[in-house]
C-alpha cells in the first residue's frame, strides 16, 4: 500500500509541469487564437489577415514546426464588433484553450479585448492595428507592430507641406468620430502646428456614413487644397468622387487602407492622385517573393486576397513564433513573452522594417513609407523610403 | 448664394434616393397594413442582379433598367407568395416579424453571392460632370431626380387611373369592405411587392451609381424611414417629398451647422411634423402605427 502511495507520489511530481503548463500546448500542437473580422463590409480585412497567418503556420509546419510542435490556428469571427471580439476572445481562451494570440481585429476591437489578454497574460503581437490606445499604458504581454495613425499623418502632411503645396496650402481633414478618427486628427494637428500650417477645416462623420456632399462644399467654402481624408474604402471614394466633381484641385493624404485593391478600384474614377504613408511594404520586391511563396499553401482564390494585412499576420505570426522557439521544449507564456522583449532587428524579408521589441512600449515597426497613387493603372509608387516619423 | 444652391441640390439629390425607397415602403403599407422592414435589403438585393447584369451584357442605363426591373418583380412576387402570404390573417406584429427575418436571410443570401467587399457600378451611366448654372452633377444624381419625378407620376396615375391601382386603395381604405367587393386582396398584395420590388431596383440602382455598391446598402432602408414617416407611411407622393425635404434638411444642417448635425436634423423634423400632424404631412387619419 505505501509503495503504490509513493508511487502515486512521484507520478504526481512527475506530472506537475505537465499539469501546471498554459493551455494550449500540447506535445505536438501549440494553439494561436486569432479574432478576425470574416464578415461585413470590413471583412476583406479579416480575410487577408487570416491568409497571412495561415502562410506563416504553413511555412514553419512545414519546417518541422517550433521545436517539433505544429503551430494550429483557431480564429473566431467578430464582424467588426467589439463586443463580439470580446465574447469570441472569451471563447477561445475558455473552451478552445489558446496559447497566445495573433489576430486581434480593429482598433475598438483590441481594446474590448485587452482586459481579458491581461487576464490571461496571453502573449499577443498586434499588427493591424497599431493604436496608441493599445501600448499606452504597456501591457506587459501585448507587443505591438506598426506606425500610429498619427505618424502616417504627420508623415504625409509633412511631405505634402515640404513637396505638393509649399504655398498658398489650406489644409482640411475629414474623419470618423471616433478612436480612429482621432488618431487621424492628431497627426493632423502635430503637423499643422509644427509646420504652422494654415488650418481650414476640420470635420467629422459617423462610421457608415456614404454621403459627403456637404462635407466636401464646405472643404470647398473653407478654401481647403490640401486634404487629410480620414474615409475609409467607400467612404474615402465618395469623398473624392463629391471633390471631383467640384473641380477641386486636392493634394489628398489617406489612410493606409487605401492601398488595397478593392479601396483602390472604388478612388480610381475619381482620378486623384493620393498619398498614403504605410509602415508595410507595397508593390515591390518583398511582397512580389512573398506572393510567390504563398502560392505554395494558398488556393488561387486564397492569394487573390493577400493584401497588406497579410503581409502584416504573417510578420507577427513569425515574430511570434521566433520566441517560442527561444522558449525550448518548456514553452511557456510567460517565456515568450520575456522572449518576445528581446526581440532585436528580426528581419522580416522587407515587409517592414526590421522588427525591436526592446523598448518601453514593446512596439516597433513604426518607420513609414510613403507612396503615390497611379489613379490609371491603380498601382503606387514609392515617394519616401522607410523612415521614422 | 453659389454655397446655398449646391447644398440644396446635393441635398434634392441624396432626397431623390430617401424619397425613392421611402415610396417602396409606403406601396407595401398602403396594400397590407405592413412595414416590411426587408424594403432596404430589396434595394441593396436589386441593385446586385443589376450589377450581375451589367457585368455579364453591356447595356446603358435604361437598358439596364428595362431588363433588371422584371426580375426585381418576380423577386417581389416569389418574395411575398414564400414569406406573406402564408401569414395572411395573422397579426401585423407577425408579419413585421417575418420582413425583419426575411431582412436578415436577404442580408446573408447577398454576402454569399456577391461577396462582402464594396463595388464600383457606373449602371450604364457616364461620370462626366453635367453643370446646370452654377450647379455641377453626375449624370446619376440628375438620373436620381428623374427617376423620382418620373416614379411619382408613375405613382399618382396607378393608383388614380388604373384598376389595380383603384382596387389597391379600396384594400387600403377597408380591407374587408373590398374583399366583400370581389377585390383579390391576395392579388392586390402580390402586386403590391412585386411594384415595390420594382421601385426598389430604380432606387438601389442609383444609390449604388451614386454612392458605391455594398452590402451595407440595406442600411438605406432604415435611413429612409424618417423620409416615409413625414410624409404619412400609406402616401407613395407624401413619401418622395419627403424623401426631398429630409435630404435637404439634413445637408443644409450640415453645411451650415455642421459636425454630425446631419444624422440628427431629420429626425427632429419628423419630431416637430408628427406633433402638428401625427399622420404626417400627407397620411390618412388613421393610421394605426406599428
Redesign the interface.
Known amino acids: 500500500m505505501r509503495k503504490i502511495a509513493a508511487a502515486g507520489f512521484a507520478a504526481c511530481l512527475f506530472a506537475g509541469p505537465v499539469l501546471a503548463a498554459d493551455p494550449g500546448v500540447t506535445d505536438t500542437e501549440i494553439k494561436i487564437g486569432d479574432v478576425n473580422i470574416l464578415?461585413?463590409?470590413?471583412?476583406?480585412i479579416g480575410r487577408a489577415v487570416s491568409i497571412g497567418s495561415k502562410i506563416a503556420a504553413a511555412e514553419i509546419n512545414a519546417a518541422g514546426g517550433i521545436n517539433g510542435r505544429k503551430i494550429v490556428i483557431a480564429t473566431e469571427d467578430d464582424g467588426y464588433v467589439p463586443s463580439r471580439s470580446f465574447q469570441a476572445l472569451k471563447k477561445l481562451v475558455e473552451s478552445d484553450g489558446i496559447f497566445a494570440l495573433s489576430g486581434t481585429s480593429g482598433s475598438a476591437n483590441i481594446l474590448a479585448m485587452l482586459p481579458l489578454i491581461e487576464e490571461n497574460k496571453l502573449p499577443t503581437v498586434v499588427t493591424t492595428t497599431p493604436n496608441e490606445l493599445v501600448y499606452t499604458p504597456v501591457r506587459p504581454s501585448v507587443f505591438t507592430i506598426g506606425a500610429t495613425y498619427q505618424d502616417s499623418f504627420y508623415a504625409q502632411v509633412k511631405y505634402i507641406h515640404e513637396n505638393v503645396r509649399q504655398q498658398n496650402a489650406v489644409y482640411g481633414v475629414i474623419r470618423q468620430?471616433d478612436e480612429f478618427g482621432a488618431a487621424v486628427e492628431g497627426g493632423y494637428d502635430k503637423a499643422v502646428k509644427e509646420f504652422k500650417l494654415k488650418d481650414g477645416l476640420r470635420?467629422?462623420?459617423?462610421r457608415?456614413?456614404?454621403?459627403f456632399?456637404?462635407?466636401v462644399?464646405?472643404l470647398r467654402?473653407a478654401g481647403v487644397n490640401a486634404l487629410v481624408n480620414g474615409g475609409i474604402?467607400?467612404g474615402a471614394?465618395?469623398i473624392l468622387?463629391e471633390a471631383?466633381?467640384?473641380?477641386m484641385d486636392l493634394a489628398v493624404a489617406s489612410v493606409w487602407s487605401e492601398d488595397m485593391p478593392?479601396s483602390v478600384?472604388?478612388s480610381?474614377?475619381a482620378g486623384y492622385p493620393y498619398i498614403l504613408a504605410d509602415y508595410v511594404a507595397l508593390n515591390d520586391a518583398a511582397t512580389d517573393t512573398y506572393v510567390e511563396k504563398a502560392k505554395k499553401y494558398l488556393s488561387a482564390d486564397e492569394v487573390g486576397g493577400i493584401n497588406r494585412y497579410s503581409y502584416l499576420s504573417y510578420v507577427g505570426l513569425k515574430v511570434m513564433a521566433k520566441a517560442m522557439e527561444a522558449c525550448g521544449k518548456e514553452l511557456t507564456r510567460a517565456c515568450t513573452v520575456s522572449e518576445l522583449r528581446k526581440i532585436k532587428n528580426f528581419d522580416t524579408s522587407g515587409l517592414t522594417a526590421p522588427i525591436s521589441f526592446d523598448n518601453e512600449q514593446q512596439l516597433s515597426g513604426r518607420e513609414l513609407k510613403i507612396y503615390q497613387l497611379d489613379p490609371k493603372a491603380g498601382t503606387f509608387k514609392a515617394l519616401v523610403d522607410f523612415k521614422r516619423y | 448664394m453659389d454655397?446655398l444652391l449646391?447644398?440644396i441640390s446635393?441635398?434634392l439629390?441624396?432626397g431623390a434616393a430617401y424619397g425613392m425607397i421611402a415610396m417602396g415602403f409606403a406601396l407595401i403599407y398602403k396594400a397590407t397594413g405592413v412595414v416590411n422592414f426587408a424594403q432596404g435589403e430589396l434595394v441593396m438585393l436589386t441593385a446586385y442582379v443589376a450589377f450581375s447584369i451589367a457585368g455579364a451584357v453591356d447595356l446603358g442605363f435604361w437598358s439596364l433598367l428595362a431588363v433588371t426591373v422584371p426580375i426585381a418583380m418576380a423577386i417581389g412576387l416569389t418574395l411575398e407568395r414564400i414569406f406573406i402570404r402564408p401569414m395572411l390573417g395573422e397579426p401585423a406584429f407577425a408579419i413585421v416579424m417575418v420582413t425583419i427575418g426575411l431582412a436578415v436571410i436577404l442580408r446573408g443570401v447577398t454576402?454569399m453571392i456577391w461577396g462582402?467587399?464594396?463595388?464600383?457600378f457606373?449602371a450604364g451611366l457616364s461620370?462626366e460632370?453635367i453643370t446646370l448654372g452654377p450647379i455641377?452633377?453626375?449624370p446619376a444624381q440628375l438620373y436620381a431626380i428623374g427617376c423620382l419625378a418620373i416614379l411619382v407620376g408613375l405613382a399618382y396615375g396607378f393608383l388614380r387611373y388604373t384598376r389595380v391601382g383603384i382596387a389597391m386603395r379600396a384594400v387600403a381604405a377597408n380591407e374587408t369592405a373590398a374583399l366583400l367587393m370581389g377585390v383579390s386582396v391576395k392579388r392586390i398584395h402580390a402586386v403590391a411587392w412585386s411594384l415595390s420590388s420594382a421601385i426598389a431596383a430604380v432606387a438601389g440602382i442609383l444609390f449604388a451609381a451614386n454612392?458605391?455598391l455594398?452590402?451595407?446598402m440595406w442600411?438605406?432602408g432604415l435611413r429612409s424611414f424618417p423620409a416615409l414617416i413625414l410624409g404619412g407611411l400609406d402616401s407613395l407622393i407624401g413619401a418622395a417629398i419627403g424623401g426631398l425635404i429630409i435630404g435637404v434638411v439634413?445637408?443644409?444642417a450640415?453645411?451650415y451647422l455642421?459636425?454630425?448635425l446631419?444624422?440628427i436634423a431629420g429626425f427632429v423634423v419628423i419630431v416637430v411634423i408628427l406633433m402638428v400632424r401625427p399622420y404626417g404631412l400627407f397620411g390618412a387619419r388613421d393610421i394605426e402605427r406599428v
Open positions: 464578415t461585413g463590409p470590413a471583412s476583406f468620430d470635420l467629422r462623420f459617423k457608415g456614413q456614404t454621403n456632399s456637404a462635407e462644399l464646405q467654402a474604402i467607400a471614394a465618395n468622387s471631383r466633381k467640384l473641380n478593392p478600384k472604388l480610381q474614377p | 454655397f449646391l447644398l446635393a441635398g439629390v441624396s454576402i462582402p467587399d464594396p463595388l464600383d457606373a461620370r460632370v455641377p452633377f453626375y454612392f458605391k455594398g452590402p451595407d442600411f438605406q439634413e445637408t443644409l450640415q453645411g455642421g459636425q454630425g446631419r444624422e
